[in-house]
Antibody, heavy 121, light 108 residues
């Protein structure tokens, strides 16, 4: 079965960077896009960006354009999300998700368990 | 602010039908997807495209769209349907995605 398993929670200081991993299994990694979504405490879902596991092409939300780096390692079927220059309002649970069908950018059928990133001095 | 607008909260009596709506200009062009999220859990896709359900999602969850409004209807709401529901769709400007602010559904 399709599984996405994320790395553990992180505590970072303002200005630092964080890198969250999302290890996938149960399907052909390069056949589907991976997206990243975050949720601040008590708030709604925010789309951060997506990456094609086939080509490595990415698209970031405009609000995160300069700070977000999405990558994949096809040898381990793992996706990575790196966020730089962290601020307190980046405190959130970060989710990776796999699109349900290839090329469908908005239907996220499989989700990781979430990774809490806390930014605090 | 979200470019998709949802009512913050909706309630429904057990066994009754409830409609959760999502409004935005992008919905004139693209279908919405709908997610259910219970506290402390990752979201779950419950409806997408033109009223399609992923495997395992009960058929009481149905989706529809008219003009700039997408709707998720739960027919015969169950206690386990109490959750937050989010819509999303492709942004009209390109390959970006936008989420609605979410609707908290209470089953009375």
């Amino acid at each position: 079965q399709v599984q996405l398993v994320q790395s553990g929670g992180e505590v970072k200081k303002p200005g630092a960077s964080v890198k969250v991993s999302c290890k996938t299994s149960g399907y052909i990694f390069t056949s589907y896009e991976i997206v990243w979504v975050r949720q601040a405490p008590g708030q709604g879902l925010e789309w951060m960006g997506w990456i094609s596991a086939y080509s490595g092409n990415t698209k970031n939300a405009q609000s995160l354009q300069d700070r977000l780096i999405l990558t994949t390692d096809t040898s381990t079927s793992t996706a990575y999300m790196e966020l730089r220059s962290l601020r307190s309002d980046d405190t959130a649970v970060y989710y990776c998700a796999r699109v349900l069908n290839f090329g469908d950018f908005v239907s996220f059928g499989y989700w990781g368990q979430g990774t809490l990133v806390t930014v605090s001095s | 602010s979200s470019e998709l607008t949802q009512d913050p909260a909706v309630s429904v009596a057990l066994g009754q039908t409830v409609r959760i709506t999502c409004q935005g200009d992008s919905l004139r062009t693209y279908y919405a997807s709908w997610y259910q999220q219970k506290p402390g859990q990752a979201p779950v896709l419950v409806n997408y495209d033109k009223n399609r359900r992923p495997s395992g999602i009960p058929d009481r969850f149905s989706g529809s769209s008219s003009g700039n409004t997408a709707s998720l209807t739960i027919a015969g709401a169950q206690a386990e349907d109490e959750a937050a529901y989010y819509c999303n769709t492709r942004h009209s400007s390109g390959n970006h995605v936008v989420f609605g602010g979410g609707t908290k559904l209470t089953v009375l």
